[in-house]
């Protein structure tokens, strides 16, 4: 009888001891919810409290909306940096031969940094804000206003990711005979020329690709045709491999910003504090990560009701104005939600790094 209120309490989240506060937290003056002692590794309890970050960030952000910033800033670095890499793309393709693989990686090198190190930026000002002493919503401004005393170590780290990034392409692209593109494309994306499929089949892409590929309509200018689709190609490329160094060191920036590591203590520190709360920190981003992936798999009903009502304006040369601001609609406010959604990562990110530091 005396194991039941024992299970209870285990699997409703209630912790019968008294809940173990950091001095991290009284210092920074981050308020948490009391955490269990024995928390870290894997299991039904990392899988529940890798969730529970997650939807906590999510509250978090519903009460100070002012958060929202994050996520429009963040949207315009990426913006800037699909437009930089249509630029790249179309300056190449004109060139040809003046531009060679040497040439190519350090223009994306000098484009990723500038992309990372905004970035990091706005990750620093959002850790900032949300972890600030200050009574009430606090603005995502007066966390950005205290940024400038990390730019050094902020530069370094983005200079870092960038390299590693690189390297990870480099491995893929570059491997011999090609044996990682033959081997990874029909395993996970399956198809021979994987996702860049799913997006040419995606609602209404078709439909944008023309448009931007009719010199008529923006005078000649061939440079949108490489904007779309192939800088969001580009760009979803890099921001999948930094996206991935992002989620294999999550506490590199909270560890520089509330407890004034260097950065290679914080990059050893993130290691330790992963093998601790690895499975938490997995279950949160599988968890934002089946949501993005079930919201964009609304493109199949989408698909199906516009081929229904419309069977020739998703393939049309000349479709309808109505059409065409049905497509950027669609397409900007999937954009927008994978941007809220990455704001309630990086709020998810510092409430499993409070856990992941309590003893």
């Not at 590199?252 to 504090?273: F, H, N, Y």
Request: proline share 4%; aromatic share 10%.
């Amino acid at each position: 009888m005396t194991l039941l209120p024992e299970i209870s309490g285990y699997w409703c989240g209630l912790c019968r001891k008294a809940p173990a506060v950091h001095s991290l937290q009284r210092e920074t003056g981050i308020l948490t919810e009391p955490v269990c002692e024995g928390r870290g590794g894997g299991g039904a309890g990392s899988i529940r409290r890798g969730i529970g970050a997650a939807l906590s960030g999510m509250r978090t952000l519903n009460r100070n909306r002012q958060l929202l910033w994050f996520a429009l800033l963040a949207g315009i670095v990426l913006t800037g940096n699909i437009i930089i890499q249509g630029a790249l793309g179309y300056v190449t393709w004109t060139r040809g031969s003046d531009i060679g693989e040497t040439e190519w990686v350090l223009l994306n090198v000098i484009i990723e940094f500038a992309t990372l190190f905004c970035l990091v930026i706005l990750l620093t000002g959002l850790v900032l804000s949300v972890s600030s002493k200050k009574e009430g919503r606090v603005s995502f401004f007066d966390g950005l206003t205290g940024v400038k005393k990390f730019l050094p170590v902020i530069a370094v780290w983005s200079f870092v990711l960038v390299l590693a990034g690189m390297l990870i392409f480099s491995i893929y692209y570059y491997s011999p005979d090609g044996l990682l593109r033959n081997l990874l494309n029909p395993t996970i994306f399956g198809t021979q020329f994987g996702w860049i499929n799913l997006l040419v089949e995606f609602p209404f892409n078709p439909t944008l690709g023309n448009i931007f590929a009719d010199p008529s309509r923006f005078g000649g200018l061939s440079l949108t045709s490489w904007i779309y689709p192939s800088g969001v190609i580009q760009t979803l490329m890099f921001s999948a491999i930094n996206l991935l160094l992002f989620i294999l060191t999550p506490f590199v920036v909270p560890l520089i910003v509330l407890e004034r590591k260097t950065l290679g203590e914080a990059v050893m520190g993130s290691v330790t504090l992963m093998r601790k709360n690895w499975g938490e920190a997995a279950a949160c981003a599988v968890f934002l990560g089946v949501i993005v992936c079930g919201v964009f798999l609304t493109y199949l009903l989408v698909q199906a009701v516009s081929g229904m009502a419309a069977p020739d304006g998703a393939v049309t040369l000349r479709p309808d104005n109505i059409w065409i601001a049905l497509a950027l609609i669609y397409d900007s406010a999937l954009f927008c939600f994978v941007m809220v959604i990455a704001t309630v990562g990086g709020i998810a990110m510092l409430n499993l790094y409070r856990d992941a530091r309590s003893p």
